[in-house]
């Protein structure tokens, strides 16, 4: 991701999430010598419709978050995007990845669960917004010798 990206990036957050990161907290994001920032476009020149970001801190990464605009889901964008974040916390010989998510987020909760994400905790109403309980879920990578 780069500054440029900034503006597209704010506009998904905002449309898919209920409290959304603010353009100020994307661009100290870009910052953060611990953070990543990846956005994704179908295609070369098309407009950016999917990013994450995450934080490698110590020997885990932890992800901040995961967007792909509605009209551009089910077509295996934030698969890549989770794929791009475990390799490069292989890479980095990273131990684990972790990650909130709300209860009712069936669609976020499968997608980590077929990167065989597993539920650690629940934070109780955690989310401001509702209430809503946060499901803690772990990674846990296997070095290579
Ligand atoms: C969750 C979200 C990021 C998924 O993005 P996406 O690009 O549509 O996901 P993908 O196409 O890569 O899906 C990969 C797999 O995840 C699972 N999945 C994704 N969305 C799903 C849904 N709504 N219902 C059930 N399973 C779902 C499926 O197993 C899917 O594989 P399949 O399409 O072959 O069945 C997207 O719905 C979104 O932006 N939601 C709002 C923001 C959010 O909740 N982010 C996560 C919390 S930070």
Not at 43 to 65: H, K, R, T, Y
Not at 107 to 121: I, V
């Amino acid at each position: 991701m780069l500054a440029s990206d900034l503006d597209a990036v704010q506009r998904i957050a905002e449309v898919c999430f209920p409290v959304p990161w603010t353009r100020d907290e994307f661009q100290k994001e870009l910052g953060r010598e611990y953070s990543t920032l990846r956005v994704l476009r179908p295609s070369v020149g098309e407009p950016v419709c999917a990013f994450a970001n995450f934080w490698c801190i110590g020997d885990e990464a932890q992800l901040m978050n995961v967007a792909t605009l509605p009209l551009a889901r089910r077509a295996g964008h934030a698969r890549a995007l989770m794929q791009d974040m475990i390799q490069l916390a292989r890479d980095r010989r990273l131990r684990l990845v972790t990650l909130e998510v709300r209860r009712s987020n069936a669609g976020a909760r499968a997608l980590y669960q077929e990167f065989g994400f597993s539920e650690q905790g629940i934070r109780q109403r955690y989310y401001s917004d509702n209430q809503e309980d946060a499901i803690v879920m772990h990674l846990t990578l296997r070095m290579r010798l």
